[in-house]
């Protein structure tokens, strides 16, 4: 027996020899090549093929479709209650790749409606709604949901806002921006005039004047003219609208009386908030 050293370690095993064979590195180097040849043929497709799926229609090709699903809502709604349309919400910052980030936009229409039997109405919405949207009435946490697909993935849902009102809306889901949505615009000078002569009972409007459209699906535009006025909370909202057709909502908060145009107010603390509405024909 051979006495070993204190401190000596064993030599390391020889390396390979000459000869010997070394793992090949090319499926690493192809696995790489292909994964830069994906992401740049991803990102060529999103901006140059025709669209395909959601995330290659940009919100400028989404947006009309958008505003014609809300023309189509107006008059879906009919006699059911008394819209007035709301403005769009456009939000950035969600992604649809890792590489890209997007936006969504939304367009809405609030109901007021006379009574409580909230799914009724949205059953007589979506019969109205065309065909091919494909409408119908579930149920959602116990509530009544109308869902419709508007086309080029836009969805269309109208569920209760609150006590005698519906809120009926259209959505894009993430796009990308592209060169942007531009909201339709219209002439609205009768509607200006029957909110300025309202508003003009309280002193005048005290916020800014906002102007909302949508195409019809016949022809022409919904419009809504929106604004807002200090106002006595002792004073009736009926007082500032005169005469017209049988409210359908009238009580110290809320007013809604349909026409042409249509009338829908609201008291908000000490201010009033107005909404002036030309619907599309039903």
Do not use: H
Not at 84 to 101: F, K, N, S, V
């Amino acid at each position: 027996m051979t006495a070993v050293e204190t401190g000596y370690a064993p030599p390391n095993p020889p390396g390979p020899g000459p000869g010997a064979r070394r793992r090949p590195r090319w499926p690493v180097v192809a696995t790489v090549a292909w994964a830069v040849l994906l992401a740049g043929l991803t990102w060529w497709s999103v901006r140059t093929d025709p669209p395909t799926v959601k995330e290659q229609r940009s919100l400028e090709q989404a947006g009309p479709v958008v505003d014609r699903a809300i023309g189509e809502l107006t008059a879906a709604v009919g006699g059911a209650g008394v819209p007035a349309l709301l403005p769009d919400r456009l939000e950035r910052g969600c992604r649809i790749t890792p590489m890209d980030d997007g936006a969504t936009l939304e367009r809405g229409v609030e109901v007021a409606i006379g009574g409580d039997d909230v799914r009724a109405v949205l059953r007589g919405i979506a019969d109205r709604l065309p065909a091919p949207w494909r409408a119908g009435v579930s149920t959602l946490d116990g509530e009544p949901l109308l869902r419709a697909d508007a086309g080029e993935f836009v969805t269309v849902e109208g569920r209760a806002g609150g006590p005698g009102r519906l809120l009926l809306t259209a959505d894009t889901g993430c796009r990308p921006v592209g060169s942007g949505y531009r909201a339709p615009s219209a002439d609205a000078a009768a509607e200006s005039a029957v909110l300025a002569a309202a508003l003009g009972r309280w002193g005048g409007a005290t916020g800014p004047v906002q102007v909302l459209a949508a195409p019809c699906p016949g022809g022409g535009t919904a419009r809504t003219v929106r604004s807002e006025a200090a106002a006595p909370a002792d004073q009736p909202l009926a007082v500032a609208f005169g005469g017209g057709a049988a409210p359908v909502v009238d009580s110290a908060d809320r007013y809604a009386r349909p026409g042409d145009p249509a009338v829908l107010a609201q008291r908000v603390g000490e201010r009033v908030r107005v909404a002036v509405t030309t619907s599309c024909p039903a």
